[in-house]
């Protein structure tokens, strides 16, 4: 028998204690030597790990279900995008009684009322004011006074086909009793006294009266009628207030459910799987384009943010929804100032993108080394370039049910009638008189279990997402690992390395994917709640001391940023060498990190640029799904009727974020066969007295003329 294979149970003596102590470079393994098999080094001493993350991950799946079940039975999307009216019926619901399926338009019905609710300190809030749904915004006459009665009901013998036939108007069928009510703003018929416009499908009043109109009424007799830019205000207020601004940006990504299945879901697949197959044949040529199509890219979609912000040509992202009333009150809104505030950010980024070029020129030859070593292992094992494509479709199906059910959740809320101590009188058809009493208007009420709900089910999305990535990962990590074991020879291969890798993960290892993923998970979701709670305690910076509170939080991200970037580090090399040995998650962290830290300048050199040249590859990938999804949601179809969305902002992250966790997936590729090498590399000088025996001829010949061959075995 040849010379016995040195056993490394722990690795004695400490992680590269061979390497460090001084052996001289690799060379040709002796034929002479009995080196062991590829498959039994991949599958030695392999049985189930982490189990009780696996049991952990599988009822947090079946939580999903529960709680996703209950969104699907108690939410209606139509609550993020429409009002109520006075009965809490949701305007463009089919099962409201009445029937207000085509009326999607909120109106105010008593201006008095919506002037009220913008004065300081009193208690009428325009939530409580007289509302209901109507097909479009009604417009003030110069000939007659227009009226908008309530829905017929009660001695209203009207049908609601004739309600609208007759222009919401049944003023002249109404006796004495119910005219003088109607004259004195309690309806149940209000005049139409200021023009309005449909933004975000509610009418915003102008400031204004029309003169005809308010001439016609005071002929009539009717009260007095408030004036001025409060009643307008009011309306701007309730309609760009925080919750309503997210109702809406969640609406839109309903709304332009195409834009993300082709520039989320097939365009980044279409981009990864050519960019994959161009680093394959053409590494030194692909290099330069990813760098100067990061430029062009980000500089596009940076002058297309400038473009709807307004600050570039008159594209202007408009509030307004159909057409405008003359001389009316045009609101800049909440989604503007944001699209501006993306606008001044993406400058930033392409300041950086720019200076992050002139630095990358001169280091471009060593990342096609590197990547020329990724792209020979991707030519060993070929179908590693459509492996991505099996997690990509998982995960599209998941974030298809995951949108769906989220849009339902954070629509799940009760609709209660609230509380007020406000002036509300309004006419009863039914009981025929004014009732001062059950007049407060409607709202949507979350209740604490409905915000942990959705807390659950962001923290889901997170954690089930990168539990698939880092399947994704470990099964092209034992591919590439079978490739450097058998010395880069496709005959010591087993016959299909990728669904050899896959057997083994679901066999043993799932458990440990479930760790890891929750680990990221965990310190993501800390930072979220830290970010959550300093927004709730803006005051707290302002306050004497504030100063200190502002640079404690400061110090508490940043340690969470370092935090959060090493575990993500530390696990892409820990399912390495759980692909490689069968570890459990800690002892493969652990070998990992030994290995890793007593190389980490060696293998910084190696392989961080070609680390920094994939995530611009990825960057680019995003960006192209961000820029088509900007030219698509800026058709016709999304800026104009029920398809028109309060802002593109939303979708184009959207699909930017879908885009690139999609990129990875198909960059991990490449990413991992860089990584895995160079830690079996590492792994294999250690085992073999700082010789390593499989280490593929273009590996050395890469390492060596890049000087980091004697680096490594020093």
Not at 317 to 342: K, M, P, Q, W, Y
Not at 514 to 524: D, N, Q, R, T
Request: aromatic fraction near 12%.
């Amino acid at each position: 028998m040849g010379m016995e294979r040195e056993k490394d149970e722990g690795f004695p003596g400490g992680p590269l204690g061979a390497i460090v102590g001084g052996y001289p470079p690799p060379a040709t393994p002796d034929v002479n030597i009995e080196q062991p098999r590829t498959l039994d080094k991949i599958r030695e001493k392999r049985k189930c790990r982490d189990t009780a993350f696996l049991l952990l991950f599988i009822a947090f799946l079946v939580g999903m279900v529960v709680n996703s079940s209950f969104a699907f039975n108690r939410g209606d999307p139509h609550r993020l995008l429409y009002g109520l009216d006075y009965k809490g019926n949701v305007c463009g619901n089919k099962d409201s009684d009445p029937d207000v399926r085509d009326l999607e338009v909120r109106y105010w019905q008593n201006p008095n009322q919506v002037y009220q609710s913008g004065l300081h300190k009193n208690p009428l809030n325009l939530v409580d004011a007289r509302s209901i749904c109507l097909k479009e915004c009604p417009i003030p006459s110069d000939e007659a006074l227009n009226w908008v009665c309530d829905y017929p009901e009660g001695f209203m013998k009207l049908s609601m086909e004739d309600w609208l036939d007759r222009n919401y108007d049944y003023y002249e069928f109404l006796g004495a009793e119910e005219r003088n009510s109607s004259l004195q703003l309690q309806g149940p018929c209000y005049p139409v006294i200021f023009p309005s416009t449909n933004v975000f499908w509610s009418c915003q009043f102008t400031a204004h009266a029309s003169n005809a109109s308010l001439r016609l009424w005071k002929q009539m007799g009717g009260v007095g009628i408030d004036e001025g830019d409060i009643i307008v205000k009011s309306i701007h207020t309730t309609i760009n207030s925080h919750s309503a601004v997210f109702k809406r940006y969640a609406a839109d990504v309903g709304k332009a459910w195409p834009v993300l299945i082709v520039c989320g879901g097939l365009l980044p697949l279409f981009l990864s799987v050519i960019w994959l197959v161009m680093i394959r044949y053409f590494v030194g040529v692909m290099t330069w384009v990813t760098i100067l199509l990061l430029n062009i890219l980000t500089f596009s979609v940076t002058m297309f943010f400038y473009t709807k912000a307004g600050w570039i040509g008159h594209d202007t992202i408009s509030t307004v929804i159909g057409e405008s009333a003359e001389d009316s009150f045009e609101t800049n809104g909440t989604e503007l100032d944001h699209l501006r505030a993306i606008a001044v950010l993406m400058t930033i980024i392409l300041v950086i993108v720019i200076l992050s070029t002139i630095a990358l020129i001169r280091r471009v030859l060593i990342a096609n080394a590197v990547l020329k070593v990724a792209a020979k292992a991707i030519g060993a094992i070929r179908t590693m370039i459509i492996f991505p494509i099996f997690p990509y479709v998982i995960l599209a199906i998941f974030y298809m049910y995951w949108v769906g059910a989220a849009l339902y959740l954070l629509s799940s809320g009760e609709i209660r009638q609230n509380d007020c101590n406000a002036d509300c009188c309004a006419y009863d058809l039914v009981a025929k008189k004014v009732k001062c009493d059950d007049c407060c208007g409607y709202s949507i009420h979350y209740t604490h279990h409905i915000s942990l709900a959705i807390i659950f089910h962001i923290f889901g999305c997170y954690w089930i997402t990168q539990f698939i990535i880092a399947c994704s990962l470990t099964v092209i990590a034992g591919s590439v690992s079978s490739y450097y074991w058998a010395g880069g020879e496709a005959s010591e291969m087993p016959f299909l390395p990728v669904i050899s890798s896959a057997k083994r993960l679901l066999r043993y290892s799932l458990g440990s994917m479930a760790f890891g993923s929750l680990v990221v998970s965990i310190i993501e979701s800390i930072r979220y709640i830290l970010e959550s709670v300093r927004r709730r305690l803006k005051h707290v910076e302002a306050a004497p001391g504030g100063c200190i509170a502002k640079m404690m939080w400061c110090s508490a991200q940043c340690c969470l940023g370092c935090a959060e970037w090493t575990i993500k580090f530390v696990n892409r090399n820990a399912y390495i060498m759980i692909a490689i040995t069968g570890k459990s998650f800690c002892t493969a962290a652990g070998q990992a990190t030994g290995l890793i830290m007593n190389n980490i300048l060696r293998i910084g050199a190696v392989n961080v640029i070609g680390d920094v040249i994939l995530f611009l590859g990825k960057i680019c990938v995003s960006l192209t799904c961000a820029l088509f999804a900007f030219l698509m949601l800026d058709t016709h179809r999304y800026r104009s009727a029920h398809n028109k969305i309060s802002s593109p902002l939303f979708p184009v992250l959207a699909c930017w974020s879908i885009g690139y966790v999609i990129a990875s997936l198909f960059f991990a590729v490449v990413e991992m066969a860089i990584d895995t090498i160079i830690l079996s590399f590492c792994q294999d000088a250690e085992e073999h007295q700082g010789i390593p025996q499989y280490a593929p001829p273009l590996l050395t010949e890469t390492l060596r003329n890049h000087s980091e061959m004697q680096r490594l075995t020093q």
